[in-house]
């Protein structure tokens, strides 16, 4: 089962379309019994009542879970959101993905998914496209030379910042979440969490859980909040990436990378 986590604000929100994603879900699964949307509101955003009721009674194929939790420092601290989502997920999940509600997907992806992870074991982080790199060898961001791999660890990951692009909807195991913590999600920025603690698990462990799917799954709206010159810029997006680059990230991302390869170990014995 595939659970997706959504940290939803309507509210002073212009990039707010948690419906469109729910209707892109709805024609884009192949399998909607196996899946299941848990959406976290602030619990200061009162819009959000009227919305829940009526994502309820459009009675979509798939599970679908809304609560709501302290808002903190908004949109820097979505993670909190997926944290206290994880402890709702359904009982027979085994992939988890945080998804924004600017998000649509695009069709098959659950079975792109499932393809992908048949042999993967218990631990496992899948990806949509090729890590990011400073430089790419075919000279477009993105897309690799005939031959290479998509598993690439050659930059620092934890120079985020710099590297491009970033794969917007990574998935992980639920065990591997399990081991990272029970607060796994250091950072709102999942996707550079994610890479972050691949590195760390290439560089320190000599390990390699990562998947493939052959192609994109996801879509995103974007406006000016989002660009270069906007106020996430150099606020909340700076802040994150300095983070980022913190002894105090590394120590997390590492005792997490740690822990994960103790539990691989002990399976190998």
């Known amino acids: 089962m595939i659970s997706i986590l959504v940290t939803s604000r309507i509210e002073g929100n212009v990039n707010h379309r948690l419906k469109t994603l729910l209707d892109s879900l709805k024609v884009s699964i192949n399998h909607p019994d196996q899946i299941e949307v848990l959406v976290k509101y602030d619990n200061d955003d009162y819009a959000c009542q009227k919305e829940a009721l009526e994502i309820v009674n459009a009675k ?18 979505i993670h909190l959101g997926y944290n206290q989502l994880l402890h709702s997920i359904h009982p027979d999940t085994n992939v988890v993905v945080a998804m924004a509600d600017d998000f649509t997907c695009n069709g098959g992806w659950d079975d792109q998914v499932h393809n992908a992870i048949k042999d993967a074991g218990e631990y496992f982080i899948v990806h949509s496209r090729p890590h990011p790199r400073k430089v790419w060898q075919s000279g477009t961001p993105g897309v690799v030379i005939s031959g290479a791999d998509h598993f690439n660890m050659d930059n620092d990951m934890f120079e985020s910042e710099d ?105 190998v014995k």
């Not at 990272?180 to 890479?195: I, K, Q």
Request: overall charge negative; hydrophobic content about 40%; aromatic content about 14%.
């Open 163 to 267: 590297l491009h692009i970033m794969d917007e909807s990574p998935m992980w195991s639920l065990a591997l979440l399990r081991a990272a913590g029970s607060f796994p999600f250091p950072v709102s920025f999942t996707d550079a969490w994610t890479v972050c603690l691949e590195y760390v698990l290439w560089h320190d462990h000599q390990i390699d859980i990562t998947k493939f799917l052959p192609g994109l799954i996801i879509n995103r709206y974007t406006n000016e909040i989002d660009q270069q010159g906007g106020a996430r810029w150099a606020g909340d997006r700076k802040t994150n990436f300095d983070y980022i680059q913190s002894s105090a990230f590394r120590r997390i991302v590492m005792n997490q990378a740690e822990e994960i390869a103790c539990r691989l170990s002990a399976q």
């Open 60 to 77: 979509y194929p798939f599970r679908i879970l809304c609560e709501d939790g302290p808002r903190g420092r908004g949109y820097i601290d």
